[in-house]
């Protein structure tokens, strides 16, 4: 069997991941070859043999990481995220590893992502993230932990993988001594860029996967802070943590102890898509308000923007609220992100958008509250207001 021939068989037998792992792989082989050919020297079969094996062995977790694309992944039930995941591709994807004790290899790394130079979307996977085991402490430990007055049953969602807060449920509940330890790769709340902006995700949607894979998707606040806004390529990273927590029931009384690691951080270039960003004008009056809407809208969000013309927007009693509500020329409703309870000649509401870049857009501005809030006092007729691209 010629080189050739045994590299192909090497390539077609292996789990598949993506391209450029394989142009990895292709290249250090290639490097070896090179290397020898200098030498004087013809490299063997073998020798790349070794070198692509290796490989396989030392990056299967991130091979796994490059395959995917979370949006695919999120967007079987949300078609916003499924429209935008053609344009989600990183040209690179680096997921870092993490060596514990505890975990052993943990793989985590920013694996998708949309920039349109307004909004953002950010998906990144964490394999092996998470570990327990039962933990009794010694009379030192249990001095430097805290009494923990949260309520002792513990919610359990998977009890295959969580067997051991079941035995703390049962032991809190027999009154018997138990405790555990976790230990977790935790990803930061917010994500930053290189020069330190902060960005605040707005919401987050979580699975879980085969071989402990955990998934996440954050979108951010839309618009972007002005520094992150309209850059040919946004280099972002989120912070990872290793947190162990000890909990310790001692038959009366819970105890509870911490302990943080600082982690290096997933990091990803993202490079603007070449999205459409969309702009809308309309009038109307609410409440006997006259007012002007603007909204800017693109694949992924909208913002609506109300000035009320020489008045404000009349305050509202507590649970009761403005609430918009924004369709496209489909007649297909962008999800709401916010409310606000006016007082102010301005307000502003945030949407998801569809996945697709509107051509028409029509609002409707009405107040909503809970069922035992009283409005006489107002005229809480909805108003629908036709807004035309500017």
Same mark, same amino acid.
Request: charged share 20%; net charge negative.
């Given at each position: 069997?010629?080189?050739? *021939?045994?590299?192909?068989?090497?390539?077609?037998?292996?789990?598949?991941?993506?391209?450029?792992?394989?142009?990895?792989?292709?290249?250090?082989?290639?490097?070896?070859?090179?290397?020898?050919?200098?030498? *004087?020297?013809?490299? +063997?079969?073998?020798?790349? /043999?070794?070198? /692509?094996?290796?490989?396989?062995?030392?990056?299967?977790?991130?091979?796994?990481?490059?395959?995917?694309?979370?949006?695919?992944?999120?967007? *079987?039930?949300?078609?916003?995220?499924?429209?935008?995941?053609?344009?989600?591709?990183?040209?690179?994807? +680096?997921?870092?590893?993490?060596?514990?004790?505890?975990?052993? =290899?943990?793989?985590?790394?920013?694996?998708?992502?949309?920039?349109?130079?307004?909004?953002?979307?950010?998906?990144?996977? %964490?394999?092996?993230?998470?570990?327990?085991?039962?933990?009794?402490?010694?009379?030192?430990?249990?001095?430097?932990?805290?009494?923990?007055?949260?309520?002792?049953?513990?919610?359990?969602?998977?009890?295959?993988?969580?067997?051991?807060?079941?035995?703390?449920?049962?032991?809190?509940?027999?009154?018997?001594?138990?405790?555990?330890?976790?230990?977790?790769?935790?990803?930061?709340?917010?994500?930053?860029?290189?020069?330190?902006?902060?960005?605040?995700?707005?919401? +987050?949607?979580?699975? +879980?996967?085969?071989?402990?894979?955990?998934?996440?998707?954050?979108?951010?606040?839309?618009?972007?802070?002005?520094?992150?806004?309209?850059?040919?390529?946004?280099?972002?990273?989120?912070?990872?943590?290793?947190?162990?927590?000890?909990?310790?029931?001692?038959?009366?009384?819970?105890?509870?102890?911490?302990?943080?690691?600082?982690?290096?951080?997933?990091?990803?270039?993202?490079?603007?898509?070449?999205?459409? %960003?969309?702009?809308?004008?309309?009038?109307?009056?609410?409440?006997?308000?006259?007012?002007?809407?603007?909204?800017?809208?693109?694949?992924?969000?909208?913002?609506? =923007?109300?000035?009320?013309?020489?008045?404000?927007?009349?305050?509202?009693?507590?649970?009761?609220?403005?609430?918009?509500?924004?369709?496209?020329?489909?007649?297909?409703?962008?999800?709401?992100?916010?409310? =606000?309870?006016?007082?102010?000649?301005?307000?502003?509401?945030?949407?998801?958008?569809?996945?697709?870049?509107?051509?028409?857009?029509?609002?409707?501005?009405?107040?909503?509250?809970?069922?035992?809030?009283?409005?006489?006092?107002?005229?809480?007729?909805?108003?629908?207001?036709?807004?035309?691209?500017?």
């Amino acid at each position: 069997m010629d080189e050739k *021939k045994l590299k192909q068989l090497i390539f077609t037998q292996r789990p598949v991941p993506g391209q450029d792992f394989d142009l990895r792989i292709s290249q250090q082989a290639q490097r070896l070859a090179g290397e020898t050919q200098v030498m *004087k020297k013809k490299i +063997s079969v073998l020798a790349i /043999v070794v070198a /692509v094996l290796l490989s396989l062995a030392l990056f299967g977790a991130v091979a796994e990481l490059l395959g995917l694309n979370l949006f695919e992944l999120f967007g *079987k039930h949300d078609q916003r995220l499924a429209e935008l995941a053609p344009k989600a591709i990183l040209n690179e994807v +680096s997921p870092i590893t993490i060596e514990s004790p505890e975990l052993g =290899t943990t793989t985590a790394g920013i694996n998708s992502a949309y920039y349109d130079g307004q909004s953002l979307v950010v998906a990144y996977a %964490i394999k092996n993230g998470r570990y327990m085991e039962e933990f009794t402490p010694d009379k030192e430990q249990l001095a430097g932990m805290e009494k923990d007055n949260n309520p002792l049953m513990m919610a359990v969602s998977d009890p295959e993988n969580e067997g051991i807060l079941l035995k703390w449920n049962e032991a809190a509940a027999a009154g018997k001594p138990f405790g555990y330890m976790q230990v977790s790769i935790t990803p930061s709340d917010h994500t930053r860029t290189r020069d330190g902006t902060d960005l605040s995700p707005d919401s +987050s949607a979580h699975q +879980s996967g085969p071989d402990g894979m955990e998934f996440t998707i954050n979108d951010y606040e839309s618009p972007l802070p002005e520094e992150a806004q309209n850059l040919d390529a946004l280099n972002i990273e989120i912070g990872l943590f290793k947190l162990i927590q000890y909990r310790y029931f001692d038959g009366q009384q819970s105890y509870t102890g911490f302990e943080s690691q600082k982690l290096e951080p997933m990091r990803a270039t993202v490079w603007r898509t070449d999205a459409d %960003i969309r702009r809308f004008q309309g009038q109307g009056t609410f409440a006997g308000v006259p007012l002007k809407a603007s909204v800017t809208a693109s694949a992924t969000s909208a913002q609506v =923007t109300l000035k009320a013309i020489g008045a404000i927007f009349p305050a509202l009693p507590e649970d009761a609220w403005y609430s918009v509500c924004l369709r496209d020329g489909n007649q297909t409703e962008l999800r709401p992100l916010d409310g =606000t309870s006016g007082g102010t000649d301005l307000i502003v509401f945030n949407f998801h958008g569809t996945g697709q870049a509107p051509d028409q857009l029509e609002l409707q501005l009405r107040i909503d509250a809970e069922s035992d809030v009283k409005l006489e006092q107002l005229n809480t007729e909805p108003v629908f207001i036709t807004l035309v691209q500017e």
